[in-house]
DNA sequence: TTGTATGCGTTATCAG
DNA sequence: CTGATAACGCATACAA
């Protein structure tokens, strides 16, 4: 258990003042170019390593960021988190990760402990957050949080300091439908997802809305989870009727698993019979057979912009509320024209 | 910005001293029942709120652990952190993630990066630690970190302080092979995993051994990565033969989906023309048609015991090394026999 | 440009 | 059982 090496040591080193030492280490300009050597060089020499508690403990900010997501698990979240984690490591930041499971209790409890370490900010995605109303534990929660430490959300959080990057559904959702309206269809269903979940509500609005456009009068819609089972079950039950749909909106990637084995046991074929689509664009899109038709917003440009804007924050520059992160579209073979 | 409660407001409001304060707060016995009710009912009163910080720079060892991973998307990482992060919350731990996607220098970084933070722990699976040497430049970091603060790896160190909460990859590889062989099958081919990486080797020594056991001459391997297309080309290939093997063994679950794409493109059915087999037992595995046979360590226990282990070592308990995690083998609708 | 002194919130070591 | 006070490592306002 060496002693560790602080500053004050290379300030012994060196003959200087722990103030100077500080200086030269945290970039401040007013500092001769002989004396900031001098420290450099013998900080390295000593194998000095900062100490992010003292550091934090001093400014009130430490360098461990937060991030509360609804479950890793999934596709995904798990690449917004890797794309995100990636870009902070890069940045000297190190990513927290919580797993909400939508639980209001564990999301509090984690905003709570972050705000104890003086975590250098809070990022929450999804959860709680995209209730059609956020409940008010967690309002409160963030907006005191956020009046002490950066946050940012995946939806506006009104009057409070939050910093919003947005994921547009609505867009996403137009992407898909007017995709497969050009290629013909005009019987599409939209399969998976609970009402209760803004972000499948904007999605829902914007499948009415383009319908209405296109003057198309049938909406289909399946509510259900966001699981396999959902997919499935949604074609059992629409593919019984006499004219059933050409074309089916699968709420996500996992979901439209279970819409293609239901079709398959129908005897149906994804892609020729029926065209497929879904959310999200997640590597299982590319996983199955044949690979799946899919949109999201992009992946890493919404992850640095959320990093970046995170460490803006931090340390103290300009930010603005982000509306505008590019989608991604990969049109694959999943869809034909219904004719 | 409100100010920060302390124990010093709680020590004014009190009229007791920071020292009686700290000790309530730290369930230290020698404290009367009177003062320490007062102090727990001020404290909640004012809405103090521990600073982790202050609380590390003092005793040197902070409430975050680091987990290393090579890359939290594949099912099998994904399940184990969740449910350590899981466990690790619900004891007033915080953990922080780092994918290292096997990168020598993502590892280490993450390593100075906790140790700079006086993190409470490491813990690190696979990746790097999975080669057959433990290259020089991690496990000399490996090692001196272990010296501050507590580490716990999924292999063995030597002659280090780590703490080896171990994954038993012969063991699970017995019993899948042992379960193939009982049914009645003699060609089983062993696909996917490199052989610079320990786990896989591991599990390829134990397939010669299960198989030198039941004096089974013929050895199937066919070398890869651990994704779906190595699946994919090992079937295209074996299956190209005279006699091509009755069962297949993939190396994870989603090496497994490959294996079955190419089976059906080749007119040979899963679960009745084939058996198949995987590691891993993740989600993959049963949302497969059909749903595949699969073994893995215990994932709640094994989490469960890396948490409690990491505890007991931050709060300086006594521990062991742990080698006999049970394992969790579910026998599904993969196989059958060749018969 | 550099140094001095103080604070950040806790724990821990001594005394009482 | 309780209280003063010195660390812990760093940043920074104020002086020089």
Same sequence: chains 1, 2.
Avoid: W
């Avoid at 900010?121 to 995209?130: A, F, T």
């Avoid at 020729?272 to 799946?292: G, K, Q, W």
């Amino acid at each position: 258990m060496g002693k560790n090496i602080t500053i004050v040591d290379i300030a012994k080193e060196t003959g200087l003042s722990v103030a100077t030492v500080s200086r030269v280490l945290n970039r401040h300009s007013s500092v001769r170019e002989e004396t900031r050597r001098k420290v450099i060089e013998t900080a390295s020499r000593l194998g000095y390593q900062e100490n992010y508690l003292a550091k934090g403990l001093s400014t009130m900010a430490g360098n461990m960021i937060g991030m509360l997501i609804p479950d890793i698990r999934t596709p995904f979240y798990g690449r917004i988190f890797s794309e995100c984690e990636r870009i902070a490591l890069e940045k000297g930041y190190v990513l927290a990760l919580c797993n909400s499971f939508n639980n209001l209790k564990r999301e509090t409890h984690f905003y709570t402990h972050l705000l104890a370490q003086h975590a250098g900010g809070v990022i929450q995605i999804g959860g709680s957050l995209d209730r059609q109303i956020i409940p008010p534990q967690l309002y409160n929660q963030i907006k005191s949080t956020a009046e002490k430490i950066p946050v940012i959300t995946s939806v506006p959080v009104e009057d409070s300091e939050c910093r919003c990057v947005y994921v547009d559904n609505a867009r996403c959702m137009r992407t898909l439908l007017e995709y497969l309206i050009k290629l013909g269809h005009r019987k599409i269903a939209f399969v998976g997802g609970r009402s209760n979940v803004k972000s499948t509500v904007e999605k829902r609005q914007a499948y009415y809305d383009v319908l209405k456009e296109h003057e198309i009068r049938e909406a289909i819609i399946s509510e259900g989870n966001y699981g396999q089972e959902d997919g499935y079950f949604a074609v059992k039950k629409l593919f019984r009727q006499k004219f059933p749909p050409t074309a089916v909106i699968a709420i996500t990637d996992i979901c439209a698993i279970g819409v293609i084995q239901a079709l398959n046991e129908m005897g149906l074929r994804c892609g020729t019979d029926v065209s497929v689509v879904s959310f999200d664009n997640t590597y299982i899109a590319e996983m199955l057979e044949p690979e799946l038709t899919s949109v999201s917003t992009d992946y890493e440009i919404l992850s640095e912009t959320i990093i970046n804007t995170m460490i803006d924050m931090i340390e103290k520059r300009e930010t603005r509320d982000v509306y505008d992160i590019p989608l991604m579209f990969s049109i694959r073979n999943s869809c034909t024209s219904p004719f």
